[in-house]
């Protein structure tokens, strides 16, 4: 146990031998509770500003909650509904947390909550705003810094910024000149792994499998073995990062792509009318790729089971839009407006489809987006797999933005991993999975040694 100075608020975590008190049916089942000011001793106030990377977070009985009610909405940016709930952490926490991406930036904040009997502990809250607004980003920051003088007495230069990511640096001098405080930019990959060894080892339900079979398997708390390491970290933002962790702050970045979520961004917003990430990945629940991919079955009439390629495997995407386009631009030329020539039913492969949607040669944004995002996808999970075959990893964390609990990513990645490696690696999914390096950035302004498995050790 690591000694407690004097000016350390001692907060007792749950032993490191059992995991914490949860119980999903009950958290459900809990009444939401408005915000109200939690009145504090001047004395923890006074502690808290001398001392801010002093205070312990309480993990005991933390859980993920899903009621939407305590954080208000705005249409700069998207809340996500699951806080994390700390029902025993009382003490005052004196700093936000920010990562700045490329497309997304990502907040953690941390706020008191009390009832009639008083402190009731309190909870994570994690948003998201796109970079190219910041300064509504900041702007909310401003507010946050005006609600932590309200409750509880301070100045507004009390509440710091902890940020990461490459706008820390691109927009640091906007960000300390706008709210007037301390910026502290931390390293944005240590800050993954800090956020990544946090969630695994510290939040029950937090980590899952995915199959189409069995969509959220999540995996036992606490980790089985206690051991996580080594794993492989395969971040998705605007492009991709792979580090191999091989204990705690033991990282190393082994390969990447620049083919990532700002690919499929850039390219569904000239090919789409879609405005946002989240057009776009509704855009593709609702496609069909096999009007676009060439697939196995269009090649081989069926499957190719001697290689273990199903009919329905993608062989060239968008390998049929030459086609189609150039057979269109034939008929125009020829002065042709007929239907392509259909085939019975039972001459198509399972899933396949040779014939346009619509007018010929054109093809609808759903199917597009689709295409495109197991495109990307598909290639992310096959690097991943040979990184982590060259390092002997077997556990494979996929994080960033990208995913956003996106069933068809998820499914696409889980898949690559399980047929590259014929079942010997595991793809595992966390349901934060765009917040690793804010919440990496939120704890270093920790102690070390602090959390119930040491999952920030230094």
């Avoid at 994570?124 to 946050?144: A, N, P, Q, V, W």
Wanted: proline share 5%; charged share 25%; net charge negative.
């Amino acid at each position: 146990m690591e000694p407690q100075s004097p000016s350390t608020t001692r907060l007792e975590l749950a032993p490191a031998t059992a995991p914490a008190q949860h119980d999903p049916a009950a958290h459900e089942q809990e009444p939401a509770r408005p915000r109200r000011t939690t009145i504090v001793s001047q004395s923890d106030i006074h502690d808290t500003i001398l001392h801010p990377g002093t205070v312990r977070i309480n993990v005991q009985g933390a859980f993920i909650v899903d009621d939407g009610t305590v954080t208000p909405r705005s249409e700069d940016y998207e809340h996500d509904p699951r806080d994390i709930r700390l029902p025993n952490h009382t003490a005052i926490v004196s700093h936000v947390a920010c990562d700045i991406g490329g497309s997304l930036a990502k907040v953690v904040y941390f706020s008191r909550e009390s009832n009639d009997d008083g402190p009731s502990g309190g909870r994570l809250h994690f948003l998201k705003f796109e970079t190219d607004k910041i300064d509504s980003c900041i702007g909310f920051m401003r507010e946050l810094q005006n609600e932590h003088q309200v409750n509880n007495g301070s100045t507004p230069d009390e509440l710091c910024v902890m940020a990461t990511g490459g706008g820390a640096f691109k927009y640091y001098d906007r960000i300390r000149q706008a709210l007037g405080t301390e910026v502290i930019r931390e390293d944005e990959m240590e800050c993954l792994i800090i956020g990544l060894d946090f969630f695994i080892t510290e939040i029950p339900d937090e980590v899952f499998t995915y199959s189409e079979e069995e969509p959220m398997t999540f995996v036992p708390f606490p980790p089985q073995p206690p051991t996580i390491y080594p794993y492989l970290l395969v971040n998705i933002g605007s492009g991709v990062s792979m580090i191999k962790v091989s204990g705690p702050r033991q990282y190393e970045r082994i390969g990447g792509t620049s083919l990532g979520g700002g690919t499929l961004w850039g390219l569904l917003t000239l090919l789409t009318g879609a405005r946002n990430f989240e057009d776009m990945l509704k855009l593709a629940e609702k496609g069909d790729n096999s009007t676009v991919d060439l697939l196995v079955g269009d090649i081989y009439g069926t499957a190719y089971n001697k290689i273990g390629l199903k009919s329905t495997h993608i062989a060239s995407s968008f390998g049929k839009v030459y086609k189609m386009k150039r057979q269109a631009e034939q008929d125009a030329e020829d002065g042709c407006h007929g239907d392509y020539k259909r085939h019975d039913e039972a001459e198509h492969v399972q899933g396949s489809s040779e014939l346009p949607h619509g007018e010929a040669g054109t093809f609808r944004p759903e199917d597009i987006s689709r295409s495109l995002l197991y495109a990307v996808s598909n290639n992310i999970g096959q690097i991943a797999y040979l990184h982590a075959e060259k390092h002997n990893l077997q556990h494979i964390y996929f994080g960033g933005s990208f995913i956003g609990g996106h069933s068809q990513t998820m499914n696409t990645l889980s898949y690559a991993i399980r047929f590259w490696s014929k079942g010997t690696k595991q793809a595992y999914f966390l349901r934060h999975e765009g917040y690793l390096g804010a919440v990496g950035a939120f704890l270093k302004r920790q102690p070390r040694n602090w959390g119930r498995r040491m999952s920030t050790e230094g």
